[in-house]
Each structure stands twice: as C-alpha cells, then as structure tokens.
C-alpha cells in the first residue's frame, strides 16, 4: 500500500504514571516495559507496516531530540514539530495538510505514542482493514471491545454494518460518548455494541482535510498556509505566525463527532492499554509465577505475591517481605509505594503537590 | 558517687538493622530516633548521671573518630581502643584493670551503647540502686522484666531477696539462661522470677577483676600488663602484643556464669529495647495519630496506617496508598518494604546475600 503513511502523535505531557513520568519526562519516552520505551515499541510495531519514511512523528521542540534518539531509522525531515499544543485536531490538521502537499492520494493512520498492543499481527491486520475502508471515503475509528466497565475512556456507538466486502466487521458509527460514569459504563459494557475510543484512526488526508474544511475553517485555513510553506525557508515563520493563533481542540470533538462518514472497527483480542495507571502498566507485564513483575534493578523477593516493582536505577537492591498486590516505585527522589487497586490515587497525590507548590516532584 | 564510672561497650557491629546498619556503619552510630544516634542517646543519658571525664568508651579503630564526632564531651584519654574484638570478656577486663589504675576505688557500670530507654529517672534510680549493692561486693546485672515471651534475650532467673536496706529490690541470682525456644519463654514469663539479659552490669573494678583472675586467668594477666603500660609511651605495643592472643569471650559465659556474688535488678517500667529489630524500633517511635511514623524525608501518606518510613534521604518524598503496618526502608543502594510482623527475615535476606556474594550490599 504505497501510499499509506502513519502519524504519531507524540506530544503529550502529563503525569499519570507519576512518580516516573513527570512533566519533563512523559511516559512515552519511558522504558516502562523494560528495555523498550513505549514510543520505541509504537515505531517497532509500525515499522512492520510502513517503511521509515512513510512514518511522521508530530511532537513538541522538548521531546523531538530524545525521540530522535530513541527512533533513529525515522528521517530528521518526518518530524513535525509543533509550535505549541493545539490539541489533537490541530495535529491532525497539520500533518493531512503537508501529507497531502507530499502525496495527495495519501492515507493515514493516525496513532498514538504512549499505548501498549500485544497482538501485533493482529494490529497489522486491523490498520489494513481500516484502510480498505478508508479508500472509500470513510474516517475509520480504531474501537476496542470493552473488558470490563471502564469510566476512564471515551466511548464509540456502532450503529449498521456497513456494506462492502471488507476483511473485518466494520460498522458505521451511531455516536461518540464521552468518559461515563460507572453505571453508564456497566450498561454500555452489557449492550455490545460500544467500543472505547482508542485515539487511533485511519483515513485518506483528503477526507480528512474536507471535514476539518467543513467543521473547523479556520484550522484548515491555518494549515493549508503552513502546508504551501513547508519545505521553503518561509516554513518556519509561517508556521509560527499561523499556530499560536490556533484554537486548542481534540480531534474527537472538533470534527469526528459530527463527520459524515464515520466508521468502526471494533477490535478485540488486541491485548490494548492506555498504560495510563499503575495497574494498567502492571496488567501488560509478563509476571513470574508469583505473580511479581520487576524492571530494571534487582528485587529479592520473601513471601511477596503480585506486586509490581519499578525501579530506574540498575543498581538497586529492592526487598520485600511479606508484601501482596503492591505496586513500588522507586523513582530518584520520590518513592510511591501504593496498594494495587488504589493506584488511581496517585492523582490526588498529584494535586495534593500542585497545591502545596511541590513543583520539583512535579 | 566521686568514684563511680560508666563504661559503653561500644565496639558492635552487625546487620540487624539492614539494610541501614551495615558492617561498616553499625546501628550505634545511626540517627534511627530522629536526629540523634544511639550512642548519643546514651552518652546524654548518662551525663545525666556521671560527668564526662568518667565516662569510658570502649570500641573498635574504625568507629572511634566517628564517635569522638558525635560525643564531643567526652575526653579522648577515654576512649579504649581494641586492637580487634575479642568479646565482652576482654572489653570488660581492659576497662576493669585500666580504670583500677587510675582509680582503685573505681566502681563501674557497663553499658551498652546501642539501646534504648525511655525512663531515663527510672535509669538513673536503678544504676544508683545497683551501686549501693555493688559496694557490698556484688556483680550486679540490670534485668529487664518480661512483657512478652521474647526467644531473641537471655534470661537471668532470681533467687532470694538480698538482705540490706536497699532502695529497689534486688535478687541473688539463681540462674543465667541463653537464648530459650518459644515453649521454655512462655514458662519463664509465666515463671515471674525470670528477667532478660540487658547486658548493663554495675560492679567495683576490684570485685570483677578478682572474678576474672579466678576464672579467666590468662585474660586478668592480660590486662594487668596493658594496664601497667597504660598511660607510657609502651601503650601500645603492649596492648597490641597481648590483645591478639585473647580468646574471644563474652563476659556472661566468661565470668558472670559461675561467678559468686551475683545479683540481679529486675527493672519494670524502664521501656528499653534493643532496637534489635526493624519492629522493636517502631515500638519505641512516637507515631502519629494513624500510626505512622517517618523518619527524615518528607512522608506523604494516604489511607495509610501503623507504617514506619524510615529515609535517611531528608530530600526524598515517600508516598504510601493503602498501606497497613508495613516498614519502609530506603538506603541508598537498597530499598526493603516488609510487612511489620515479618521484621525478623531481613536476617533470611542478609544471609541470602553472604551465600550470593553480594557484598556491596552488607
């Protein structure tokens, strides 16, 4: 498929995973699963599909050369920095606009940098599907197939399956439903026929470019200034002069909910996670037969069952005794020693310190 | 009492307290309480009671300097240094045949230097007590009364009442007992006249050294000749030529097992400790009102309870979720989380990494 291309975007923030992902370090530059940081994991897993050059990065001047770095078959030329953030519809945005300028029969599947998928042939097979049906002129959303009622994600409604012989069921889209609450959620799990919004979509650059025309003028505006700019010494002025100006918006709100033609695909047996908890990193890594899972560093372990130990530092010793479901994370100045099922707390702990102006464990 | 002298046996080592005490850094010299040691503990607790000039210290080379640091009140004349250690008999005999030199009258109360005693009146009250039998002749050992069935001491069991008028009650001794397995402490609790081994003794330098030359002869002949070159220029050739060839001993098996006038204070109230153990350290921790306690670093606790935190890093944030008496403890290049009841494995762990060659770690 010669003209596919992927787009990361990789320039979220956040603290989530805090202790170890901090405002200057976020998580997807993070070798949470071990050796490999999950921004290395995503390129791993796209090189199979596209080749390095058909892979664009969009991300923000801070993260781009440890990116670089950490991804060194990607071209210098296939970042895309932004300015500032914009949120993801102006990433998108950007990145249709100049592909198009590239390539104007060019496909694109949008994906994220700080998620982990076991089942990468399965994947493979999904991103394929997806642009069989993105020929067609569909903006294809990547649904997941719920496991149990989650109230931390965005939910999609499949409405009829849509006609043509694609390889996987595919489903136009009925609505877009945004984080539940937990009763929600139990209902929406029971009724079959919603996925969570996994942030990944596959489309053509044109259809993209006609529903951000439609739904966000000026944004389209905007890029299509950057786009005839890029690759001329104008490119960085322009740029500059048309980004700050940019209304920040996700693409979920700012275009998909109201696009045309919105397809699914809902996948399941993917082995998907945000990683966007403790518990949730913890569920991705293979434990031994105790159920303890360690990283980096040495962890003796004395009567201790399903406990996670994170440690950035190779040369630490980490003892437990006598300890059950517990995740421990040793991160240079701060220690995080939490109860596996109360790992969502760490963002209250998070804004106890942006309260108390602790910016430096921030 | 002009001729009353304290003596700290301060040589110890050991890793009981690991992964904080180490063999280079035993728990003596540690801020465990907060921001003093236990060596300084002890020194102010017994200024309290003896001016600086009579108190001795006995240790080894390597902890001295360190020592001279924290107890800047005590004379460097008073410190005795052995050339290695050759256990609480050799220590005793030195301080006992050094100190007759200097003061034939000289009375003398051993102590240890890494225990705690909450009742510091109490103390004082009953090393003054152990004194006025003293005079009479007596070695007089410091019990503690039993709270609780302890397999870890050795047990002093009392006789009769000594006669004489004496302030506190004090017992001969009828028996010392090593350490007893669980059943036998259980009947020594219940017993009422059994007492731990708190290994302070209270004695005239004359009374001890005439036992030591009926019982450890080589070991009185020993110190007799150190101390003859105590003070001269001959010192320490001397103190080196005999020191090596003691047999190493330990003043309980050495001497107080057979010795003839033996008694005993049984001391209740006291609220001593060995600090033997990472949960007797927390039994004598003030907690707060959850009953967590942190030492040093800066303790952010949620939903936690009966938690000891223990950082020797005061720029280190330590944050617990839904934790329950559980020991922290971050050491530099270790870091154990141990369930409280469980303390007692870190030995497991130590012995773990002598079979392992893990050195750096001990």
Redesign the interface.
């Known amino acids: 498929m010669e003209h596919t291309y992927a787009v990361i975007m990789a320039g979220g923030g956040g603290t989530r995973l805090w ?1 170890v992902s901090r405002k200057q370090t976020p998580k997807q530059l993070l070798p949470l699963l071990g050796r490999e940081t999950l921004f290395q994991g995503t390129i791993a897993r796209l090189e199979k599909l596209f080749p390095p050059e058909r892979i664009l990065v969009v991300t923000v001047a801070e993260q781009a050369r440890e990116m670089q770095k950490q991804a060194p078959t990607i071209p210098v030329e296939n970042y895309l920095i932004e300015p500032a953030p914009r949120g993801t519809a102006s990433v998108v945005g950007l990145a249709a606009a100049v592909l198009r300028k590239r390539d104007p029969q060019a496909m694109m599947a949008i994906q994220t940098s700080d998620h982990y998928i076991r089942n990468h042939d399965l994947f493979h097979y999904l991103i394929s599907a997806a642009f069989e049906v993105a020929q067609n002129g569909f903006l294809v959303t990547l649904g997941i197939s719920p496991t149990y009622p989650a109230i931390g994600y965005g939910y999609i409604q499949q409405g009829e399956p849509l006609d043509g012989n694609y390889r996987y069921p595919v489903y136009a889209v009925k609505s877009f439903k945004e984080k539940p609450d937990e009763r929600t959620a139990q209902q929406m799990l029971r009724s079959g026929d919603h996925s969570w919004n996994s942030g990944m979509f596959v489309w053509s650059a044109d259809t993209i470019m006609s529903e951000i025309e439609r739904q966000m003028p000026e944004l389209c505006k905007a890029v299509n200034k950057i786009a005839a700019a890029w690759g001329t010494p104008e490119q960085n002025n322009v740029l500059q002069s048309y980004w700050y100006d940019l209304r920040s918006q996700t693409i979920d709100y700012g275009v998909m909910e109201r696009a045309e033609k919105v397809a699914v695909l809902p996948a399941s047996g993917l082995g998907w996670s945000d990683v966007g908890s403790w518990d949730s990193l913890f569920d991705v890594l293979l434990p031994d037969m105790n159920g303890n899972v360690a990283t980096n560093g040495q962890h ?1 372990a ?2 201790t069952n399903n406990t996670l130990v994170y ?1 950035s530092d190779d ?9 059950d479901d ?1 995740v ?1 994370v ?1 991160a240079g ?7 596996v ?3 969502q ?2 963002r ?2 998070v804004e ?1 310190l942006k309260k108390h102006r ?1 910016e430096k ?1 921030l």
């Open positions: 202790p003796l004395l009567d440690t040369e630490r010793l980490v003892v437990t005794i006598g300890l517990m421990i040793d100045d701060v220690l995080m020693i939490c109860k099922d109360q790992s707390k760490v209250d702990v106890h602790q464990y």
